[in-house]
C-alpha cells in the first residue's frame, strides 16, 4: 500500500472536516434527543412484540437475499467503523497527549476520559456513527420473527435497545472506556456478520453457533476487563469523566449477562443448528 494511498485514507478516516470539527449536540446532531431515545427503544420493542402476534400462525416468510445484503453491510459498516476509531484515537492522542500526558499513558487515557472532556472531535464522530449503526442492526430482529413466525426473540431485542440506550449514554455523557468499547464490538461484529454473510450465500455451509458463541465470550470478557479498568483508573487518577453513566452501564451490562447466561442454558446449549442462534 503507497503512503500517498495511506494519507488519503487517514483523511477520510480522521482528518475530514466533518470528523474533527464534529458536536454531539441536539441541535446538530440525528437521534441527539431522550425524546428520540425513548421514542425508538418504545418503537422497536412496540414493532417487534406486534409482528410477533401478527404472524405467529403464518408461514415463515421467505426473505431471499435481504439477510445476506444486511449481513454484508453490517460487516463493512463495523469494519469501517472500527478503522476509523483507530485512526482518529492516534490522531486525538497526538493533538491532546500535552494537556494529560502527567497524569495518564494513551492507554489509560483510551479508558478514562479526563473530568470535563466534552463529546466533540473525532473518537466521539465514529462514536456517533456506532450510535447510528445500532438502527440498522436491529433489522435483524425483525429478519428473526419473518423466518420463524412462532418464536419471539426475546433475548435479542432486550440486547439490541440496551446497546442502543449505552451508545446513546457513551454520547451524551462522553463516558469513558467508550473507545475501547466501540473498538471491542466493531471487530466482532465485522467478524461475525462476514462469517454470517458467507454462511447465508452458501460459501460455508457448517454450523457458526460455536464461532458467534466464542465471539460474545469474547466480547463479554474484554468488555468486563474495560470496565473494571475505569473503576480502577478513577480512584487511582483522580477520576475518570462520564461516570454516573458507567454505573448505569454496568447495571445495564450485568442484566444482559445474566439474559445470555439464561440464554445458552435453556436454549443454546440444547439447540445445536446455527440458525436458532440470534445474540447479536
Known amino acids: 500500500m503507497s503512503r500517498q494511498l495511506i494519507q488519503h485514507l487517514n483523511f477520510w478516516l480522521s482528518e475530514h472536516p466533518s470528523i474533527v470539527h464534529f458536536r454531539w449536540s441536539p441541535t446538530e446532531s440525528w437521534g441527539a434527543t431522550w425524546s428520540f431515545l425513548i421514542t425508538s427503544i418504545a418503537a422497536y420493542i412496540t414493532i417487534s412484540a406486534s409482528l410477533h402476534i401478527l404472524l405467529r400462525r403464518l408461514k415463515p416468510v421467505p426473505l431471499g437475499p435481504v439477510p445476506a445484503l444486511h449481513s454484508l453491510a453490517m460487516s463493512l459498516l463495523s469494519a469501517a467503523i472500527f478503522a476509523g476509531m483507530v485512526a482518529s484515537s492516534v490522531a486525538e492522542i497526538r493533538d491532546t497527549r500535552w494537556f494529560w500526558r502527567r497524569n495518564k499513558t494513551p492507554f489509560q487515557w483510551l479508558l478514562c476520559f479526563p473530568l470535563g472532556t466534552r463529546p466533540s472531535g ?3 464522530f465514529w462514536s456517533y456513527a456506532f450510535y447510528l449503526s445500532r438502527f440498522l442492526h436491529i433489522l435483524r430482529t425483525f429478519f428473526s420473527l419473518l423466518r420463524r ?40 461484529f465485522a467478524l461475525v456478520y462476514a462469517f454470517r454473510f458467507c454462511t447465508e450465500v452458501g460459501l460455508k455451509q457448517t454450523s457458526h453457533f460455536p464461532f458467534v458463541m466464542l465471539c460474545q465470550i469474547a466480547l463479554v470478557v474484554t468488555n468486563t476487563a474495560w470496565h473494571l479498568g475505569v473503576l480502577v483508573l478513577h480512584f487511582w487518577k483522580g477520576g475518570c469523566n462520564g461516570m454516573g ?26 439447540e445445536r443448528d446455527a440458525g436458532h442462534y440470534q445474540s447479536f
Open 149 to 188: 413466525p412462532g418464536s419471539f426473540p426475546l433475548f435479542q431485542v432486550i440486547n439490541h435497545a440496551a446497546l442502543i440506550c449505552m451508545s446513546f449514554l457513551w454520547l451524551e455523557f462522553s463516558q469513558s472506556f467508550q473507545v475501547l468499547a466501540i473498538l471491542s464490538m466493531s471487530v466482532v
Open 122 to 124: 473525532r473518537v466521539f
Open 245 to 270: 453513566a458507567w454505573i448505569f452501564n454496568t447495571v445495564l451490562n450485568s442484566f444482559v449477562l445474566l439474559l445470555l447466561l439464561n440464554f445458552y442454558v435453556r436454549k443454546c446449549l440444547s
